[in-house]
């Protein structure tokens, strides 16, 4: 924006650029209260994901750490990463108002951060997948096989399956990647503003749901031999609520 009132209106005058604010995610980080609220997202995951006292958390794509917060209050410890600075310097104030001493933040990047093999309980990945990267290409398999080598027992991932044209692509490759990597994993439909959620369990970890909704999603290009498709041929991909 060029600013308001006397400043707005010298800046104009002089051919000084416009003044563009940060871009933060969360609505308590913005000025024009137009971010995301992490109250809501929250309440889209915890009731269903099982997060364990003893927990180690990576969140990525962890913005200015407002759900990385809560989250720590109730596991061992979180660690967030994000690409933006000024977001982890904003989640950093956050942080020490809220008096959490269990969270870390840094500036990194899911392409380049080192991820040792089992490092994490859980890793969470919200709203990231498909998003670009510094090198310009987008979150994808290679990322997402990376992060499952990563965890111990279970990866959360918000994706607008749903109402992205894209996700005619992104949900049967999340399944594939997660089966050759010995997960199991379930989609459920959207019940919230925010994306769906999708929970991913390594095989033989004990993993669990904390609660399940009423409804799961599942690509029927996984259920080809189904009695009811039997052969059908797919439709053409449609998202979003009809005009």
């Known amino acids: ?3 308001t009132g006397i400043i707005g209106w010298l800046r104009r005058l002089v051919g000084m650029p416009a003044y563009v604010e940060p871009s933060y995610f969360y609505i308590e980080s913005r000025r024009d209260k137009l971010g995301s609220i992490w109250r809501e997202r929250w309440a889209g995951t915890e009731p269903y994901v099982e997060f364990r006292p003893d927990d180690e958390v990576l969140d990525i ?6 759900v990385s917060i809560e989250l720590a209050r109730s596991v061992r ?3 967030g990463i994000e690409v933006i600075a000024h977001r982890i310097d904003m989640a950093r104030k956050f942080i020490k108002e809220a008096g959490v001493t269990n969270l870390t933040v840094e500036v990194a990047s ?3 951060v080192p991820l040792a093999p089992l490092s994490y309980d859980v890793v969470v990945m919200a709203g990231v997948y498909g998003m670009e990267l510094p090198s310009g290409r987008l979150i994808g398999a290679p990322e997402l096989r990376k992060v499952l080598g990563a965890a111990r027992r279970q990866l959360v991932l918000r994706l607008n399956v749903q109402d992205d044209p894209k996700a005619e692509q992104s949900l049967p490759e999340i399944f594939d990647v997660c089966d050759q990597m010995g997960f199991d994993i379930a989609a459920f439909p959207k019940f919230d ?3 769906n959620l999708l929970v991913a369990f390594r095989r033989g970890a004990g993993a669990r749901m904390k609660a399940t909704p009423q409804l ?3 690509p029927t290009g996984k259920m080809s031999g189904h009695p009811v498709i039997n052969g059908a041929p797919a439709a053409p991909w449609r998202f979003g609520r009809p005009n």
């Open 1 to 3: 924006m060029l600013g």
């Open 61 to 66: 794509g962890c913005a200015e750490g407002m």
């Open 77 to 79: 410890r979180v660690h």
């Open 110 to 112: 899911i392409e380049t």
């Open 193 to 195: 503003r925010y994306e």
């Open 216 to 218: 799961m999603l599942m």
